[in-house]
């Protein structure tokens, strides 16, 4: 009885070693080896896998690069440099030029104390569901609506309610996935150069009289910034001021002119004389690479 037991326990053994042979032997014939670009391209890539170039992550858009010859300028957050990698590792042509980090900004400042509310919303803590109750509780249509759904999607933390309950970025945590824009409902939060060093913090584009009547802190469209920072790049258009960042002017005297005050620093930590010098600075290199 017990060398049945033994001679059925050899032979179990016996024949497991031989399947496990053979499926070793069977892996390596019929083994799909990985293009090696693969994973070079996953090390070129950020490794953010914030979603922001429409697959689920780093790895599976090096994938796809190689797989499905996707797009290789699809990783906004690893900008120019990264796109010159992967087209070295492609073997492909890259004419990509260095640009400038593109950051969100949230361009409202209208809170409870300084802009009027048409009712108290209770529902999902959501933007977008708030939206589709008479587009928000707010009675401007084009601000900030708080509830936070921009930084439930930022993949890195990057936004963020200050003090006062008000919604912003931190721009060098900012990746620019622009997931943030893609989920905002009202498209108050937008793109802005990393350098930028004032904003106008409002998205409203209706007429002065109305803004006034429903919030404190709103642009009024009367054109005072283009006329004190005429070389500041600053257009107002269906009652709203915009800049144009290619202009290189001061804006500090529009800043201070701006009777609602919607004209704000970029930068939070910096004050506007911190902001004028730095424009200063910009403007000398400028006329010295010009004079070059």
């Known amino acids: 009885m017990i060398l049945r037991v033994i001679y059925s326990f050899l032979s179990v053994a016996a024949l497991g070693g031989l399947l496990g042979i053979g499926l070793a032997y069977a892996s390596k014939i019929f083994a799909v080896k990985k293009d090696e670009r693969i994973e070079e391209l996953e090390k070129a890539l950020p490794g953010a896998n914030c979603g922001a170039c429409g697959y689920a992550g780093c790895a599976a858009y090096a994938e796809a690069i190689v797989e499905e010859n996707a797009e290789i300028n699809l990783c906004s957050p690893g900008g120019a440099s990264t796109i010159k990698a992967v087209a070295e590792i492609m073997g492909l042509e ?72 008000l919604v912003r970025v931190d721009r060098e945590k900012c990746i620019s996935c622009e997931k943030c824009v893609e989920v905002c409902p009202t498209g108050v939060m937008q793109m802005i150069p990393y350098s930028a060093d004032y904003i106008v913090a409002c998205n409203s584009t209706e007429k002065g009289a109305v803004v006034r009547k429903y919030c404190k802190v709103g642009c009024i469209g009367c054109k005072i910034c283009e006329k004190k920072s005429p070389d500041g790049g600053f257009k107002v258009e269906n009652f709203l001021a915009t800049i144009d960042y290619s202009q290189q002017g001061e804006r500090v005297s529009a800043a201070k002119a701006c009777p609602p005050k919607c004209i704000i620093p970029a930068d939070d930590s910096l004050m506007p004389a911190e902001h004028e010098k730095k424009n200063e600075e910009k403007r000398e290199k400028k006329a010295v690479n010009e004079k070059a």
């Open 94 to 165: 890259s004419d990509v030029g260095e640009s400038e980090k593109m950051v969100a900004q949230v361009h409202c400042r209208g809170s409870k104390a300084t802009a009027s509310y048409l009712f108290e919303y209770r529902g999902v803590v959501d933007c977008n569901a708030a939206h589709m109750l008479f587009e928000g509780d707010k009675e401007c249509k084009f601000g900030c609506l708080g509830l936070g759904s921009c930084i439930k999607v930022c993949p890195t933390d990057a936004i963020y309610y200050d003090q006062e309950g």
